[in-house]
């Protein structure tokens, strides 16, 4: 069954941050900027790397009826004063360390178009800003001024596609840092530094897989989760980014999205779909109360 992506839901969240959650599954199940290339040496040498990193996402998954998704369902009602508050909370957690780094700043780019779908009723660029003086007063002027800058670099970008597309790898790298130098002065560099780059190359190795899972339909939920969890640790474990394998609700989400587990599941009998859908979140970490509490919502949902 072909399930649109922009309609899958989020699975219910037991006990985590949410806002947070979202967002990091969100990074993991939609594609980067296709013309990102990705330079992993950690040199001030110019790198073929057109985008942000972490730029170019489609819009995140609306919620909807989740009926007939086998492991999804609409995550918990919350109202906008506690999402803002928790997303504060995890902003200051996730990037208060380094968010006087250009590097970090930048890293909110996305972060920013999210965090404004959140608040579709709102005036987006007001509310993150408002976020942002709560999260970072001294630093909110300046992390706009940042993130305004990167706007305007993908502006261009997109309006230079066409004669960036026709240079040589060498011509259109120098136009790139030119701007990007026009743009941020030696803060460039910062900004698309090694590790950055590193991260963009982590987050399309995940991709990559999702994508080969998403196709696959002649391998067994067994095979499909061991390739999923093997590739999730391999990827970020000892990296910067490791704290994403402590989501295990960002997990399930990315796992139980993927449309080959879909058409997997909803191929078997409802009670061996509910045994199923168990072992996997237990494969993942779950509690067994975390289990049962789930499995009542799936039972809801049936």
């Not at 790198?47 to 919620?63: C, Q, R």
């Not at 942002?132 to 990167?150: G, S, V």
């Not at 190359?201 to 998403?214: C, G, H, I, Q, S």
Request: proline fraction near 3%; hydrophobic fraction near 40%; charge should be negative.
């Amino acid at each position: 069954m072909n399930i649109s992506k922009s309609n899958k839901i989020i699975m219910a969240v037991v006990g985590v941050g949410l806002a947070m959650i979202l967002f990091l599954a969100y990074l993991i199940l939609f594609d980067a900027n296709q013309d990102s290339i990705v330079d992993q040496k950690n040199t001030h040498a110019p790198a073929d790397e057109s985008s942000i990193p972490a730029a170019g996402f489609n819009e995140p998954a609306t919620a909807s009826s989740s009926t007939g998704n086998p492991g999804l369902s609409n995550p918990f009602e919350i109202g906008d004063k506690a999402l803002e508050d928790r997303i504060i909370m995890e902003l200051q957690r996730d990037y208060g360390k380094n968010i006087s780094k250009k590097s970090t700043q930048a890293a909110l780019f996305d972060v920013k178009k999210y965090i404004i779908s959140l608040f579709p009723n709102e005036d987006g660029r007001k509310k993150f800003y408002q976020i942002l003086k709560r999260a970072f007063p001294d630093l909110a002027d300046e992390i706009m001024k940042t993130l305004d800058k990167l706007d305007e670099y993908n502006e261009w970008l997109a309006d230079n596609e066409a004669e960036l597309s026709q240079m040589s790898g060498y011509e259109r790298t120098l136009a790139l840092w030119e701007k990007r130098n026009a743009l941020f002065g030696e803060d460039a560099d910062e900004i698309w530094s090694g590790e950055l780059l590193a991260a963009e190359a982590r987050k399309k190795t995940m991709k990559d897989t999702m994508n080969v899972l998403e196709q696959s339909t002649d391998t067994t939920l067994d095979e499909k989760l061991d390739v999923f969890k093997t590739t999730l640790q391999q990827t970020y474990e000892n990296t910067p980014d490791e704290f994403l394998l402590n989501y295990k609700d960002m997990s399930a989400m990315a796992f139980f999205s993927l449309e080959s587990v879909q058409g997997d599941l909803k191929q078997m009998i409802p009670d061996q779909r509910q045994l199923e859908m168990n072992k996997i979140r237990r494969e993942l970490g779950f509690s067994q109360d975390e289990i049962e509490k789930m499995a009542e919502i799936d039972a809801e949902h049936e």
